[in-house]
């Protein structure tokens, strides 16, 4: 082999296996290295958003996607199956709020009313019998299941008291509370299950919880760049008008596209349907968000990591489904 002065390079020396080695253990450490320092920038920057937001957001976002994806599933493919998703929520539901209220010294049984919310709405669902040309029908079978939910669940606080070694005073306390339970959650939950069953409900199901959850996220996205001013700092502090604003432009986009595609409506009601559910939605997040301060927690329960439990991701929910409800009745 000749040298460099011959004209040709020197072939390179052949390296060990220890050289390789080591060139590997280098690069597998630079490598680590610099997923250490993504991952900690990434964990830094969801601090501060979890910080601003109280949420934590990649939990926060994966679960409301497998929850949406369900949803969605459930009404695309067969509404029946919506019922399976309406007794998930509602007796969970039922059971978190009546377990957050002991918090303020006030027993509502858990188990009792998450069994009076899971019973009631298979009842609200196939009480359903259609009107004449598929007009819309307030089943009375729904209404009795909703009373039926309220005196099951008195009646089992009322069984616990019985049992009891030493009565408990105010009873009638606990019986008023157990039953607003029942209103509040069993009841505005199976106006959805209401709602679905009618002809064409699952659009309308689908619809009003789509401008939910847009509103909902817009919401925090534009609190998150541009909010300052609180909306009603005492009861939530972290929602402001900035984003308010930014969820009322997103709930009138998206119903606008809803009424004609899916609702078979003119475009003109799309705007009326997108403020209403976007008041009730935000009046029932405000709603839930007092309760919490009243009871003295920050979420309703801790199921859902990143979302707080059930009912705080239903708290929106609720309302609207009455309030589509409602409008269903007067847009046919």
């Known amino acids: 082999m000749e040298d460099d002065e011959g004209g040709r390079t020197p072939r390179r020396r052949p390296r060990t296996t220890w050289e390789l080695q080591e060139q590997i253990r280098a690069t597998r450490s630079d490598i680590v290295g610099q997923v250490r320092a993504t991952r900690l920038q990434f964990d830094q920057a969801n601090a501060r958003i979890t910080a601003r937001t109280g949420r934590n957001l990649v939990v926060a976002i994966g679960l409301g996607l497998v929850l949406g994806a369900a949803l969605l599933v459930s009404l695309i493919v067969a509404k029946q199956l919506f019922l399976i998703v309406a007794v998930v929520l509602v007796g969970f539901g039922a059971f978190e709020l009546a377990g957050a209220l002991r918090h303020a010294g006030i027993r509502v049984p858990r188990a ?11 009842v609200a669902f196939f009480a359903m019998s259609p009107g004449p040309d598929g007009a819309p029908v307030l089943p009375a079978g729904w209404l009795l299941a909703v009373l039926g939910a309220v005196v099951l669940a008195v009646a089992w606080r009322i069984a ?12 009638v306390r606990d019986l008023l509370t157990t ?15 209401v709602l679905t069953a009618q002809a064409g409900g699952q659009w309308w199901t ?3 919880v789509a401008v939910v959850v847009a509103t ?54 799309g705007p009326i349907f997108g403020v209403v559910v976007l008041l009730c939605g935000t009046l029932g997040d405000l709603g839930e968000s ?43």
């Open 179 to 193: 039953a607003f339970v029942q209103l509040y959650v069993t009841g505005l939950g199976s106006c959805a299950a």
């Open 216 to 269: 909902d996220l817009f919401a925090y996205v534009s609190g998150l760049l541009f909010g300052k001013h609180p909306m009603a700092p005492r009861i939530s502090p972290k929602k402001t008008w900035e984003g308010f604003a930014g969820s009322a432009i997103m709930a009138i986009v998206v119903a606008s596209v809803l009424a004609p595609l899916l609702l078979g409506e003119p475009i003109w009601f």
């Open 206 to 208: 689908l619809s009003f």
């Open 290 to 332: 007092m309760i919490k301060r009243d009871i003295g927690v920050k979420d309703i329960s801790g199921l859902l990591p990143g979302h707080g439990g059930f009912l705080d991701r239903i708290d929106s929910v609720l309302p609207s489904g009455a309030a589509a409800l409602l409008l269903l009745f007067l847009a046919r």
């Open 160 to 171: 616990e008291e019985a049992q009891a070694a030493t009565p408990r005073r105010p009873l």
């Open 112 to 122: 009792g009313s998450a069994t009076a919310g899971v019973l009631a709405q298979p």
